[in-house]
């Protein structure tokens, strides 16, 4: 994948301001970047996802995660850090299924040439750590240091911040990816080394009232797509927030984890829940699917029936829903087929649900759900609330 262009940051950053222009001044908007997939690269992210073979469960009820469940090469969401004064800027994934911001260091051995790396010697505000910083994803790892510098997030700076610098990565899962690092907003204890989360540190240190953000994830590449700092914005979705509060057992998966109750294909249930515990969900911005374990995956997709390559019966396909907190969450084959364009440039489809063994039975919530739904993460209350999204128009956007 060639790098994202950066200039489009520039026009994005303008049509959030117009898109939420009646935004409380407390919260704070960051925008993003949305890139669809060709068809090759989603297949490509499908057959890793498929290679994927988990990880040990003691690994997770340990508390120390050592396999992110983020495909971190299919995401398709981006935005600027700035670290270090004067500043440094990255195109980084912000990911909710991860908890380490990392960027590419000045002494990385084998990071891609042509992406930014960070110089701590030109750096006025950098700070020595040194732990050993090592981070295993479910397709690749990547290996550095930890250290300690101004990091700047939607304009907002946090003094002495601890992230890592990648001295070596993973090459055929990082090496052509169009982002230059990832700035985790998973859950605490989910972080590498202990080191503090970001929304922790941008209200420790009073630059957001409020321990909360939201995400509105445009589709097909239109622009709009914002990350919300300390609350949610008004302009970004319709109605009322459904919340659903963190799971039990996010108190051993190290997750954004919550429960559903029941899987439905054109309002019938398919039996993939259990009666207790229902069907624990990891809500991710870093996946570009929706994941579940194989199995189950196989039972809601033999409802749904097959995804006509040449898109001819996308618009027939019948509607999925996710039971929780009483509610049905509703998406239909607008969202979850995914539509990439084909070597010839022809768009073709494909489903955006895949089995996926990760060792536990959980699902991920990726990107085809947080499109039609804007969706806040409330680490005050421990909860996560969807609500349902505006979709852009043209005469709410400047672009």
Not at 24 to 45: E, F, G, N, Y
Not at 140 to 155: A, E
Not at 268 to 281: D, E, K, L, V
Not at 335 to 352: D, T
């Amino acid at each position: 994948m060639p790098s994202a262009p950066r200039g489009s940051l520039a026009l994005l950053a303008a049509s959030s301001v117009s898109f939420a222009s009646a935004a409380d001044a407390s919260v704070i908007h960051l925008p993003l970047q949305h890139r669809p997939k060709s068809l090759a690269h989603a297949l490509a992210a499908q057959a890793r996802r498929a290679n994927f073979k988990g990880v040990e469960a003691h690994q997770v009820l340990d508390g120390l995660p050592s396999v992110s469940l983020t495909d971190v090469q299919d995401s398709e969401y981006f935005g600027e850090v700035e670290i270090g004064t004067p500043a440094q800027k990255f195109t980084v994934i912000y990911d909710t299924g991860s908890s380490n911001l990392w960027v590419p260091s000045k002494g990385c051995t084998n990071c891609k040439p042509k992406s930014p790396s960070y110089d701590s010697t030109a750096s006025s505000s950098f700070k020595k750590d040194g732990q050993p910083f090592a981070l295993q994803y479910g397709t690749g790892s990547c290996n550095g240091f930890i250290s300690q510098d101004s990091v700047s997030v939607g304009g907002l700076t946090i003094s002495d911040f601890k992230f890592g610098e990648v001295t070596t990565e993973a090459k055929d899962v990082f090496g052509e990816a169009p982002f230059d690092g990832i700035l985790g907003m998973g859950v605490p204890k989910a972080a590498v080394d202990k080191v503090p989360m970001p929304m922790d540190q941008l209200v420790a240190q009073g630059k957001v009232q409020h321990n909360i953000f939201a995400f509105y994830l445009s589709s097909g590449g239109k622009s709009g797509s914002t990350l919300s700092l300390g609350g949610t914005d008004p302009a970004f979705y319709t109605g009322d927030f459904t919340y659903v509060p963190t799971a039990l057992a996010a108190k051993l998966l190290p997750y954004w984890l919550v429960s559903a109750s029941d899987l439905k294909v054109a309002g019938q249930s398919t039996g993939s829940c259990n009666h207790w515990t229902g069907c624990y969900m990891v809500v991710d911005t870093g996946t570009s699917v929706i994941a579940g374990p194989p199995g189950a995956v196989d039972a809601l997709t033999s409802k749904i029936g097959n995804v006509s390559q040449d898109c001819s019966n996308a618009g027939t396909l019948p509607t999925v829903a996710i039971t929780m907190a009483g509610k049905d969450f509703e998406i239909g084959p607008d969202f979850y087929v995914i539509r990439a364009a084909g070597e010839n440039g022809e768009q073709q489809c494909m489903l955006g649900i895949q089995g996926v063994n990760a060792g536990v039975p959980i699902w991920i919530l990726g990107d085809p759900f947080l499109r039609k739904y804007y969706t806040v993460w409330d680490a005050e209350q421990q909860r996560v609330g969807f609500a349902l999204a505006k979709q852009p128009s043209e005469s709410t956007l400047v672009v």
